[in-house]
């Protein structure tokens, strides 16, 4: 019993880990923007403590779920698919602003906006983590954070890393794809942290 609290104790400490870390550039440019462009590129990144590419990741996953019962791959990966659009870039979007407003500023950051700045939040790496009711390992989020210029994205005047960003929330939570997007929360939760800081003082 006592190993078992202590091994509780020892993930959720792990769960509130992050590191987030301004690789180049300042935060000059934004004082006085009241909307940010936000892009998302999802197109090349690894999973797991092995580092296997999303598209292995998916046919794995895929074989151990037909494993238990045949059919249940293809569904999980109907909701894989639609996660990022579905949950992944709303749950960034949402609180990224929430705790924006809730500082009282007027910032605002979405999609498809025609402003002179964006923000590309490029995913690196993903852990999807476990939950097996008493116990639970959050899930990992690691991204590449640039604000570049709208007219020309080669120029890039802010870039963050933001390393394992947990994905956890009290009580259970047996689906990947929304303890990930815990992770995208937690990510933007920081940003907005960090840019209440050095930008919208």
């Known amino acids: 019993m006592k190993k078992l609290i202590i091994a509780c104790f020892f993930i959720s400490a792990t769960a509130f880990c992050q590191d987030m870390e301004v ?9 006085d923007q009241k909307e940010i462009n936000v892009e998302f590129d999802y197109s090349n990144f690894t999973m797991m403590k092995e580092n296997k590419p999303e598209a292995q990741y998916v046919e794995e996953h895929k074989a151990d779920l037909d494993k238990k019962a045949k059919g249940n791959g293809n569904l999980w990966h109907k909701r894989w698919v ?36 964006t923000l590309i939040v490029k995913t690196v790496w993903i852990y999807p983590g476990w939950d097996a ?8 989020v690691t991204t590449v954070l640039s604000f570049v210029e709208t007219a020309n994205k080669s120029n890039v005047l802010l870039e963050i890393s ?40």
Do not use: C, H
Not at 92 to 98: A, K, P
């Open 133 to 140: 009711g008493i116990m639970k390992q959050p899930a990992k």
């Open 23 to 31: 690789l180049n550039g300042s935060f000059d440019f934004l004082k």
């Open 82 to 117: 639609v996660a990022k659009d579905q949950i992944w870039t709303p749950k960034f979007l949402e609180i990224g602003n929430v705790v924006l407003a809730k500082a009282g500023k007027e910032v605002n950051f979405q999609e498809g906006l025609n402003t002179p700045y």
């Open 162 to 201: 933001s390393m394992e960003a947990p994905g956890d929330q009290w009580g259970n939570n047996f689906n990947n794809e929304t303890r990930i997007g815990e992770g995208y929360a937690k990510t933007a939760k920081s940003l907005s942290k960090l840019l209440l800081k050095k930008a919208f003082k």
